[in-house]
């Protein structure tokens, strides 16, 4: 169900434009708190990572808004959503142009990012799990002292000379 290729009027390319330089104002914002993200798993300050991931949610969901109604501006003018398309449609206006190649710079400069901010959850998760383990083999052992605040020797292990 391809529908056949229109030119783009003027009023087409103004809104493509827009949506680009949008997408570039959102996208540089998602990268700073991105950044605040890693800033704070590196930090290994949690409390400070649940009112980030709502904002991060939120500035993810307006970009995709803004990519999406590209992709429908695209579709509706018969186009594959795509950097051929954009380099194409755009050929006239390097300004747009440039601000495209910043935006797909951005995009990777994000994935990576997130990548990075993904490891570190992971690396914590880890270290989480570690020490949780350790907790639990603890709490498996004998108390080292009585309600009367009495030290008691480990029994842990056999006994010397028994089978």
Request: charged share 25%.
């Amino acid at each position: 169900m391809n529908r056949p290729t229109q030119a783009a009027t003027p009023a087409d390319m103004q809104r493509l434009a827009l949506l680009v330089e949008a997408e570039l104002i959102q996208l540089k914002e998602f990268i700073a708190i991105l950044e605040r993200e890693e800033a704070l798993l590196v930090a290994a300050d949690s409390d400070g990572l649940l009112p980030l991931a709502h904002e991060k949610g939120d500035r993810y969901r307006q970009l995709q808004r803004l990519h999406d109604d590209r992709a429908l501006l695209l579709a509706r003018l018969g186009r594959h959503d795509s950097d051929a398309t954009m380099r194409a449609l755009c050929a006239g206006l390097p300004r747009v142009l440039t601000r495209w190649d910043e935006l797909l710079e951005l995009a990777r400069t994000a994935r990576d990012r997130n990548a990075i901010n993904g490891g570190l959850i992971l690396e914590r998760m880890a270290n989480n799990q570690a020490a949780l383990s350790v907790l639990l083999a603890a709490a498996d052992q004998p108390p080292l002292y009585d309600a009367d605040g009495q030290a008691h020797p480990t029994r842990g292990g056999r006994m010397l000379g028994s089978a």
